[in-house]
């Protein structure tokens, strides 16, 4: 039987600050092995039965690094196709863009299989087993959500009451004391947020109860680019039309209303990452109830959690703490009070500070730069574009720019002029100039680049030409 995974990759990770910001979402925090849990998402959809293709929606800004992310992984050459929203308008719209796509593109029989970009599931086996009985329900026209059997009274996540397959209501977050309730009965099960049906089903129930959300969504595919390659696909969503998209998320408009919802009860070792807490249960405690994923001395320490992958960390007399050190921010939070580091990254946000928004080291389509200092008049940047790559045709009205090549060889336009700059050497762009630089080689391009001037912001920027549509 085909299948067609759908990943939803999006969100803020706003409680995963600082290693989560705006650009660099949680799907894509690489975990202790290397590999990002979107990478994670996406051999799991690939090592399904059944799969020809993987269909992700993200944000469009999103779209490059998505695309780095499977390239890294994708050594079966799994078709992949994209859906790039301009802006977030949660789960039913991301669901109902998803649905009428593949039942243009692959017909209304097409079972989806919607899967988030940021969770974890532990026991393969059992998750591949639980696929193959939603798909059987899923054939019967019903809309199948994944429960999981709870272990503990969990508070930060829905459950659904179920009996069976059958579906009986589904229940917000509860208290403590509700939560120890629903474990002790063994009636209710955690809302993964896992759903399979077929195509036909989904537009029925969109239809039937959100039929705003399933109408402006079908006038903005049909106003939307669509562009094919060899084993990819992409549609980009028309702003104009998307913004008139209602807000809500699958759970509220569809399945909370679903007379044909249906559940898979599983045990498949999940878990959304929602915290630290979560995610330093990934690490091996030590006799003391450390996890350490990094470099860390610790003397009279317990029950603690450290994350330092580029400097040492030295600890001494301290209980319960998480601490994050990233090249730009520090987190230290009480381990007991890890759900509200979202309230740090919501202050950045309200602030309009860049730690909310972006790493010192920055992606982009054509590779990565890295802020290494800055201050009055100047900043000094680490540049590496990916081989082939380039910036765009450009221009800065305030600042002028050195660039010196580390390694590798760059192709620069500079106003009239196009030339190479080999290793050790450097040439400079004055403010005004029309400038584009390229990696015409096999290997990355490496190089610093020393900006001085009056205004040194990421928005004293003019596109002229640009290969990724950003002009």
């Known amino acids: 039987m085909s299948l067609t995974p759908i990943i939803l990759c999006g969100g803020a990770g706003s409680r995963l600050w600082p290693v989560s910001r705006e650009s660099h979402p949680k799907p894509f925090i690489r975990l202790a092995d290397g590999q990002s849990l979107l990478q994670k998402a996406f051999l799991r959809a690939a090592s399904l039965d059944g799969v020809n293709q993987i269909l992700t929606v993200t944000n469009r800004d999103l779209f490059f690094k998505t ?33 009428l796509h593949i039942a243009r593109s692959s017909g209304p029989k097409t079972t989806m299989l919607v899967l988030a970009a940021d969770h974890l599931i532990a026991d393969e086996a ?68 896992i759903f399979c049906f077929t195509a036909e089903a989904m537009l029925r129930e969109l239809k039937q109860h959100c039929p705003d959300i399933f109408e402006s969504t079908q006038a903005c ?108 921010a520090l987190l230290i939070a009480n381990r007991d009070r890890a759900q509200d580091v979202k309230h740090i990254y919501a202050d950045l946000k309200a602030r309009g500070h860049e730690a909310h928004k972006v790493h010192r080291t920055v992606h982009r389509p054509w590779g990565t730069y890295t802020i290494l200092e ?7 940047k680490r540049i590496e574009v990916k081989p082939g790559a380039s910036l765009s045709l450009q221009m800065h009205h305030h600042r002028s720019e050195h660039w010196i090549v580390v390694s590798g060889m760059a192709k620069v336009v500079n106003g009239d002029n196009e030339f190479l700059v080999s290793t050790n050497e450097s040439t400079y762009i004055p403010a005004g100039h029309k400038h584009r630089l390229e990696n015409p080689g096999v290997v990355g391009l490496v190089m610093i680049e020393v900006q001085s001037g009056e205004y040194l912001g990421e928005d004293d920027i003019v596109r002229f030409e640009d290969v990724y549509g950003r002009a």
């Open 67 to 99: 695309e780095d992310d499977y390239r890294e992984v994708n050594a079966r050459g799994v078709a992949t196709s994209f859906i790039c929203e301009p802006f977030g308008r949660n789960t039913a719209a991301a669901v109902a863009a998803a649905t």
């Open 126 to 193: 059992a998750f591949a087993q639980a696929v193959v009985k939603a798909q059987a329900l899923a054939s019967e026209g019903k809309i199948v959500t994944f429960g999981i059997m709870p272990e503990t009274p969990e508070t930060g996540y829905g459950y659904i009451e179920a009996d069976g397959n059958t579906v009986l209501r589904f229940v917000e977050k509860p208290s403590l004391d509700k939560a120890r309730e629903y474990l002790e009965s063994g009636r209710y099960l955690w809302n993964s947020g």
């Open 221 to 328: 595919l049909d106003d939307s680019r669509t562009s094919e390659g060899e084993g990819w696909s992409q549609v980009q969503l028309a702003p104009n039309t998307f913004s008139v998209v209602p807000e809500n998320s699958i759970d509220y408009a569809v399945m909370e209303k679903c007379t044909q919802a249906a559940v898979v009860p599983c045990s498949i070792g999940w878990s959304d990452i929602g915290s630290w807490n979560a995610v330093s249960e990934l690490c091996e405690a030590d006799s003391h109830g450390n996890r350490v994923d990094g470099e860390a001395l610790l003397h009279d320490v317990e029950n603690c959690y450290f994350q330092s992958r580029e400097r040492l960390i030295g600890a001494v007399g301290v209980d319960n703490l998480i601490v994050i050190d990233t090249p730009d």
């Open 374 to 380: 800055e201050g009055p008049r100047f900043k000094i």
